[in-house]
């Protein structure tokens, strides 16, 4: 008794609450931003052969984007998110795929410590650039700079590269680890920034003489990625779970620190909103990825998380279009996560809401300048221009390859056209010659005009067809009428001869094989006479 009591003192002192379940009022409604990122929906388009470590998009339109796995770089089409071109041109692993300004050529390093330009079109390299003694992990082309590469690798050595003589021009040595990425100044053909994995990230000026860095800042872990932003005077770098934010021109200050990943942050890639005009365009955003799985949007001008997104695989890399329609993320599992953004609908949407959001109602950007054919640029249209809604196509109409003896008959050439027939020995085009021939009275003319020659196509022709019943009726009538019309001309001809001889004697075959069907016929008949009755 006792032991009863002390329990009921304890569940008097303590009351047991029970469990309170979920709702759904205390839920916060979703950012009109979030929703922009979330409404790319992307989907699992291609599961290639490893690790994809590294995506990279074309600058001109279409915009498609090369991805690098395994000993190979993969080119996949912006519009239908499909393969449309595959390089397999490496010894082994390839990386760090880019291309050149006007996207004629795209760039890649391999573990082989090669790096190799290719041509988009016809997929061969152009140049092999030999130089580092230890696996590339990136390369990169300056903005504008079209002759010119740089690149880094496990040698710890960056190298800055004349492509079109194959060489070397500089070999900057001023990490002591791994180099593992890059990015070319916005600002500067010359100046471009890298990471390593002794924590520091070096900004470099080809220009200057000396082979030292203008700038080092010490992220304080391995870089895995570094990339500057759109103004060129801040760069982002990634490594361990931070993404920190810095000012190049103020002498490498630390602007801000983002810890908001579980693991290793593997990529970064700058993302634009919208379209280059209205409030809602020229916004950009930091996009992160990370083994944990989760893509983070940052938005540097008010140093905020807006967006995150979870994918069901370990992220290495994320590259962003730059006509702001495609998101493309890489897994190490070799899953494609590429999304495509619905453009009219979908930004219609977020921008009502976000006009509400930012308290100035909704946002109406102005259309775009329809052609018309009063403006210059409406006659320079290529043949290529897709219609738009409401135009009238006017259909060419297909060419028809008209025959040799059609065109004759047009030009009322009767005889030319029937020995064109003739030559072309082909029995439905004769015969229908013929038939033209005699619905304009002009048959017997033509064939009283042949030469001996041609005669003799005329009449090789019906000692082969005559007999067939498809023509029969049209060419039997026919060669009485030429056999009584050219006589004397078959008489002095040994060749005319013998093609009568040849018909004669088809003719005679065939009366006998019909004299024969009727007797066959007068046996039947009674049978099936009698069969019936029966």
Known sequence: MAVDDRSEAIVKTFAVKPKLKPTTTNKSTPSPESKYWKSFKPKPTQTLVSSITSIAFSPVAPYDFAATHSATVTIFSSQTLEPKSTIAAFKDTATSATYRSDGQLIAAGSYSGLVQVFDVKKRSALRRLRGHSR??????????????????????????????????????FGHKDYVRCGDGSPASDDMFVTGSYDHLVRVWDVRVSSDASMLSIDHGAPVEDVIYLPSGGLIATAGGNTVKIWDVIGGGKLLHSIESHNKTVTSLTVGKIGKDS??????????????????????YSKLKVTSSIRFPSSLMSVAFSPDSSTRVIGTSSGVLYAGKRKTEETLGLVKSEWGKYVGFGAIDEPEKRVLRPSYFRYFHRGQNEKPSKGDFLIMRKKKVKVAEHDKLLKKFHHKEALVSALRAKNPENIVAVIEELVSRKKLLKCVSNLGVDELGLLLGFLQRYSTMPRYAGVLIALAKKVVESRVDEITGSEELKSHIRNLKRSVMEEIRIQQSLQEIQGIISPLIKIAGRR
């Open 135 to 172: 696996p590339v992990h990136f390369v990169g082309y300056p903005r504008v700079d079209k002759l010119h590469l740089f690149s880094g690798g496990d040698d710890a050595v960056v190298k800055y590269w004349d492509v079109s003589a194959e060489v070397s021009i500089r070999s900057l």
């Open 278 to 299: 209205g409030d809602f365009g020229n916004q950009y955003r930091i996009l992160s990825v990370s083994l944990d799985g989760y893509m983070k949007v940052f938005d």
